[in-house]
């Protein structure tokens, strides 16, 4: 009976409460900007019959608060107030009883075998260290979902029976955008039934199962928190240890001693050209990346012994991917800054097919720089690029997943006066469509088609005459290069041992080049000379086979071949790659590898015009064969705890068929030594080179808040002319030296959502070789004379360099922002650019690089 008595009490204090709670129709008639939330549940109370109940321990009444609009409804405006807080209200008679409303987002993504990259039915995740414990299990296309994971840090384990376990780390989670984390598990050698197998390692191995030496993988995240990158994955890259950047300006990399036109770029699988914003022709690098993190997913850099995959390449590999768009939800980002304007969308295309579509757009200047006074412009100097990628993800029913994937960008470099003139461009642009077909579990191949064009122009005058002098000097030059590629790679798993890749990629070259040189000054027949007046096509031909075998659970093996053919000049390089791996401890192993490489040079090299003394013109060039070089690597590394690691290696690089001049004048020339442009006095395949050295790198991944890397190397690089003299080479800094580091402190009430986060960067390297001035030469001619006596002899002024950045990063619902200052060049050392000759002074001028620059950038995430 008492049980009755107590449910009917229940019952109409129910019922009380129930007509209690009808809103009253209440008008707010003012607006608010920026008041604290304190402030506006005051005015709320005054008028309105209700008041406000809370924790002030967990609502941030600090927060502020905007209102647009006048003469809206009591509840309109309150449902605004909350709108981007995690704040939720009940009416309780004539209170309003105030919720902290714990931020959460969705993690999903899919698990595949890395071998075969089919799905995996079964597998587990779970969020590591949630309570209670969240996780989940993949359904028959491999995919999972976690709803409702509190944002921040999360670390995710992936497990299925038979499958080394998988461990993505302290991936970071916000309110604005839905994490997706695939992961990829590789199979056990020694079949298990009841027990799953643990792999060692902390996520940094490449992506490519062939390339298990001197390469490692990098994030998105990473490329965001090293302050150095700017969000840039080459400069992120001059972190690395035996790799460095000595030019301010740009983000040119030196890997291990070799010239940075050695580097060979790939995006989603196939050779692009150089995607740098403000580029010269035949170089690899230029004054930012047109790569924007909004759009890159995990990728991989390699520093030698390249897997048998890639040719073309003598120093180093970025093959970069880009990642698949929400394909369930439409998210935004929009960043802006000192740097310009970044904007970002995703979303699904077919809910139903799983179909996605992702781009990116930028548009920067920096012209507001210049304006600050943060950097020097030259009167009417401008500098401007704007660059879009975009990705379109479309899977079939029954022919597979189509890819339409691509990137552009235009840069351009003006400065103008009354009687001179001054326009360099570089623009380039790729568009490929891709398709992965499965053709049973164990087998799959995917074919890639691309199209990609750079065009590189200068266009520049000076026409005056005064009572002493007439000038009448102009440079028209444009490179129009186009390529067009074709690929496909088949890949069978024929069991946990053993995994065969093979692949053919064939490519046409379209090429026009016009450059055009007057000056009055000469005397004919050399007052106008045409250095380049070809149009034409050509081609390469790439082949390559790869056969891993896991011998067992401790020692795999790869082997390969790699064919590499030009077009041009016929000829052909069959290239044996191999490495080996040996984990003889659970938390220790020992690489080695070999591989021979290869890489043609840029084609102005066999095109490029001679002027001869009589004015005549000749193509010295036409049959000059490709640089070719031997790497021999050793590695050694030991997990020293789940987030710290400690590695190092000793390599050795003889590099041959160097292009070098047989003609005394020049026989200290080698084409190793130049980082862009090309040469049109003769050349043969007789220089050689070795670079060889020590890297060792200890690093701690980001966890319990703070991440740190140290690492450093001892180097040599030598070459050898057509001169047969043994000399330093231009990049033989002899040692370079890298400490990073950084901490995130949570803030904020109750659930302490938002993130402060710090992190520094302290580069100290021995800087390039150049050829010296002779000052007292200089003087008699007048001019500026060089010592070719004493090139590359003297290193210059040692290269040192601490950049910052602070970053606070504040989630709300369905919301993320995040402010950003990036300083560059702490210290404000002014760092070694070069060397100019001063006749008025009669004396050698420094000519310094750029100071201390803070960019500053505030991001939005929706």
């Known amino acids: 009976m008492n049980k009755f008595y107590c449910l009917i009490f229940l019952y109409l204090l129910s019922g009380t409460g129930l007509v209690a709670q009808e809103k009253q129709e209440i008008k707010i008639n003012t607006f608010f900007h920026e008041l604290s939330l304190a402030k506006v549940l005051e005015y709320f109370e005054q008028q309105s019959d209700y008041t406000f109940s809370y924790s002030s321990n967990t609502i941030p009444l600090d927060e502020k608060v905007t209102l647009k609009e006048q003469n809206i409804s009591f509840w309109t405006a309150l449902d605004e107030v ?110 298990m039934e009841e027990i799953v197998v643990s792999a060692v390692g902390i996520g940094s191995q490449p992506l490519n199962e062939m390339g298990i030496i001197s390469g490692r993988s990098f994030t998105v995240e990473e490329t965001k928190r090293y302050p150095i990158s700017i969000g840039d994955p080459m400069r992120l890259a001059s972190s690395f240890a035996g790799v460095m950047g000595t030019d301010d300006g740009s983000n040119e990399i030196i890997i291990r001693g070799n010239t940075p036109r050695g580097i060979l770029w790939r995006m989603e699988g196939v050779e692009i050209p150089n995607p740098n914003h403000f580029s010269s022709e035949g170089a690899s690098s230029g004054g930012i990346s047109m790569f924007s993190t909004q759009v890159i997913s ?18 180093g590999v970025f093959d970069i991917n880009l990642r698949k768009g929400n394909n369930e939800k439409a998210e935004h980002t929009i960043q802006a800054g000192l740097l310009g304007l970044d904007f970002s969308s995703e979303g699904p295309i077919s809910k139903e097919m799983g179909s996605s579509y992702l781009f990116n757009y930028r548009y920067s200047t920096l012209g507001m720089l210049g304006d600050l006074g943060i950097i020097e412009l030259g009167e009417n100097e401008k500098n401007t690029f704007q660059d879009l990628a975009l990705k379109v993800n479309l899977p079939t029913r029954s022919l597979g997943t189509f890819s339409l994937f691509g990137m ?201 015009n001679h002027i001869n003394s009589d004015g005549t013109t000749v193509d010295n060039n036409p049959d000059l064969g490709m640089a070719k070089t031997n790497h021999y690597v050793l590695g050694y590394d030991r997990v020293l705890s789940p987030s710290l690691y400690f590695k190092t290696e000793i390599y050795y690089q003889h590099l041959y068929n160097i292009p070098v001049s047989p003609d005394p004048t020049f026989g200290w020339y080698s084409s190793i030594n130049s980082t862009d442009e090309y040469a049109t006095i003769p050349l043969v395949n007789e220089g ?29 690089s030598k070459y050898k002319g057509g001169d047969g003299i043994e000399r330093d080479s231009r990049f033989n800094g002899n040692f370079n030296f890298h400490v990073l580091g950084g901490k995130e402190w949570k803030v904020g009430k109750n659930g302490k959502n938002n993130i402060v986060g710090l992190s520094t960067k302290i580069s100290y390297a021995g800087n390039q070789r150049n050829i010296p001035i002779d000052l007292e030469q200089s003087i008699v001619d007048s001019r500026e004379r060089l010592d070719y006596s004493r090139i590359y002899a003297d290193r210059v002024r040692e290269y040192f360099r601490m950049d910052v950045q602070i970053s606070y990063r504040k989630n709300r619902p369905r919301t993320t922002t995040e402010w950003r200052l990036d300083i560059q060049n702490m210290t404000n050392r002014f760092n070694y650019g070069g060397e100019v000759y001063d006749g008025g002074l009669q004396q050698v001028v420094a000519d310094n690089q750029i100071g201390l620059i803070p960019i500053l950038s505030y991001r939005l995430e929706f």
């Open 82 to 191: 909350f709108k981007y807080m995690p704040v939720t209200y009940e009416i309780v008679n004539n209170n309003i009883v105030l919720k902290y409303n714990e931020l959460t987002q969705t993690i999903r993504g899919t698990i595949r075998d890395k071998d075969s990259q089919q799905p995996i039915f079964g597998a587990t995740v779970i969020v590591v260290g949630s309570v209670p414990l969240q996780g989940a299990t993949t359904d028959e296309q491999g995919r999972y979902r976690i709803p409702n994971v509190k944002v921040g840090r999360k670390t995710l384990r992936y497990n299925y029976l038979g499958y080394e376990e998988g461990i993505i780390p302290n991936a970071l989670l916000g309110s604005g955008k839905e994490l997706i984390l695939d992961a990829e598990l590789v199979e056990s050698v020694i079949k």
């Open 298 to 315: 995990r990728s991989d850099f390699y520093t030698g012994a390249f897997a048998p995959a890639y040719g073309n390449a003598l120093s």
């Open 408 to 608: 552009g960008g235009l840069s351009k470099y003006t400065q103008g006066f009354r009687n001179a003139d001054d326009e360099e461009k570089y623009n380039m642009g790729v568009v490929g469509i891709s398709n992965d077909y499965v053709i049973n579990k164990n087998t799959f191949i995917k074919t890639t088609f691309s199209v990609s064009a750079t065009e590189v122009s200068n266009d520049e005058f000076v026409k005056f005459e005064n009572n002493r002098d007439t000038v009448d000097f102009f440079n028209k030059e444009s490179f129009k290069k186009s390529y067009t590629r074709g690929a496909v790679v088949f890949n069978k798993k024929f069991n946990s041992q053993h995994l065969l890749e093979a692949g053919v990629t064939i490519s046409r070259l379209d090429y026009n080049f016009t450059e055009l040189d007057h000056d009055i000054k000469r005397t004919e027949p050399f007052v106008d000379l045409v250095s380049f007046n070809d149009e034409g096509a050509s081609g390469t031909q790439q082949a390559f086979l790869s056969w891993k075998f896991r011998i067992n659970e401790q020692l795999s093996l790869v082997n390969g071949l790699h064919y590499f053919r030009f077009s041009f000049t016929g000829e052909e390089s069959y290239e044996p790659r191999s490495s080996l791996k040996w984990q003889f401890r659970e938390n220790q192993s020992i690489t080695a590898g070999f591989g021979v490489h290869s890489r043609i040079e840029s084609l102005e090299y066999y095109l490029g």
């Open 688 to 716: 050689t080179a070795t670079n060889y050295g020590i890297e060792m790198t200890l690093d701690k991944k980001f966890s319990r808040n703070y991440y740190f890397m140290v690492n450093g190397a001892l180097f040599e």
